[in-house]
Each structure stands twice: as structure tokens, then as C-alpha cells.
């Protein structure tokens, strides 16, 4: 069984510009989860859709949203990208609140 | 704001010995996780702990869950090489802390 996709493995990226990453769950799971691990901070908690709705949302600026799709997969959209905004950005996915299980993230690089 | 604080940040020691990491936070949580991450991967759930006072083993470690519910332990027992990584704690399932990083000197 497939575990969590995430594409694209790397994504570099200027200041001022867009970044989508995009994030498959496991075959079944309907809840999908986003964290931003930089460097330093550790893993913080960015959004959680289930179902196709936001269910909650952590400590971030609006800059930061996402959606998720009819089959469950989802986008994690960052506007107006800044250089702190470099991290490794990593997803989850689970059937409702029961186990979460990451990808391997993506790593955005803002220069 | 709910936080976890986890200490040390930093461990290196020789393969053979013991080690103890800890999870500490001033809230209490329904639940707690212990991951470990390997570079290149995301974190992988070792144990999740739900009852005050709850000691799970899964092989050479030990997990504790205090009896207030608000701090954890990660108890490495003959530490090996293969036990390098990253091991953060996790409240509630999306409260991290900023983690562990064990280097296990063969």
C-alpha cells in the first residue's frame, strides 16, 4: 500500500513569489494534516482538512492556505513568499483522528 | 498556548549505554506521541501513551506518561547505532516539541 506522496521532493523559490505544495494521503484516510519543520523550531502545526473542510488552523498569517480536493488529496499554498519561510514542509494523513502518517515532506528553499 | 519542551536537544553516546529524553509542558494533554525521524523522511509514531501514569515498552525502549498527564519520558535501554535519529513528542497529535537529536557513537 502507498504511503503519503508529497511533490515536489525540493521546490526553490524567490521572495515575493507563490509556492504550492501538493500532498496524496494513504487510500482511505480522509483527514489531511500540513506542519512547517524549520530549522530550530521544530514541527508546527499548520492546517487540518477533513473531508474536504479546514478543521483547524495553527498560529500562521493568512499567507498561508490550502485546500483539499474531492479524493482527499490536498494543496498547501504559500503567497507572498519570505526567506523565513524556508523550511521542510511535511503532511500527514489519517482516518479522522485516529493515527497521523507523514510523507517525506518538501523542502522550500526562499533566497 | 499549549507548548512541550523536550531536553536535552542535543545527545551523543556510546553505543551499550543508557539514555533518558524527556517531554515536559505546563498543559495537560488527552494524549501523547513519541516519533522518530530519520533525515530525509518524515516522523514515524513509536508509541502513543493515553492514561496518567501509562508505561508502554515497545523492545529496548520505555515510555512514560506522567500521572498529571503534562510530561513524558523516552527511556533507551543498551542504546545502538540504529536508534540515531531525530525523536520529537507530540500532545494531542499536532503540538510538537522541537525534539531530540540522538547520535549513537558505534
Known amino acids: 500500500e502507498a504511503g503519503v506522496t508529497q511533490s515536489p521532493t525540493h521546490l526553490i523559490k524567490t521572495r515575493g513569489q507563490q509556492a504550492t505544495l501538493r500532498c496524496s494521503p494513504i487510500s482511505g484516510h480522509t483527514s489531511v494534516y500540513w506542519y512547517q519543520q524549520a530549522l530550530g523550531l521544530g514541527l508546527q502545526f499548520l492546517l487540518w482538512y477533513d473531508e474536504g473542510e479546514e478543521r483547524n488552523r495553527g498560529n500562521f498569517p493568512p499567507r498561508f492556505s490550502g485546500r483539499q480536493f474531492p479524493n482527499y488529496s490536498s494543496e498547501l499554498n504559500v503567497n507572498a513568499l519570505e526567506l523565513e519561510d524556508s523550511a521542510l514542509y511535511l503532511c500527514?494523513?489519517?482516518?479522522?483522528?485516529?493515527?497521523?502518517?507523514f510523507g517525506a515532506g518538501t523542502r522550500l528553499s526562499v533566497l | 498556548t499549549q507548548l512541550l519542551e523536550q531536553s536535552p536537544q542535543f545527545l551523543s553516546i556510546q553505543e551499550g549505554e543508557n539514555l533518558t529524553v524527556y517531554c515536559n509542558s505546563s498543559?495537560?494533554?488527552?494524549?501523547l506521541q513519541w516519533y522518530r525521524q530519520e533525515p530525509g523522511e518524515g516522523p514515524v509514531l513509536l508509541v502513543t501513551v493515553v492514561t496518567g501514569g501509562e508505561v508502554k515498552k515497545l523492545k529496548r525502549l520505555t515510555f512514560q506518561f506522567g500521572d498529571a498527564r503534562k510530561d513524558s519520558s523516552l527511556h533507551i535501554t543498551a542504546a545502538q547505532p540504529g536508534d540515531t535519529g531525530l525523536y520529537l513528542c507530540g500532545g494531542d497529535k499536532i503540538i510538537f516539541g522541537k525534539g531530540t537529536r540522538l547520535h549513537i557513537l558505534p
Open positions: 500527514a494523513s489519517s482516518f479522522w483522528l485516529q493515527q497521523q502518517y
Open positions: 498543559s495537560v494533554f488527552s494524549s
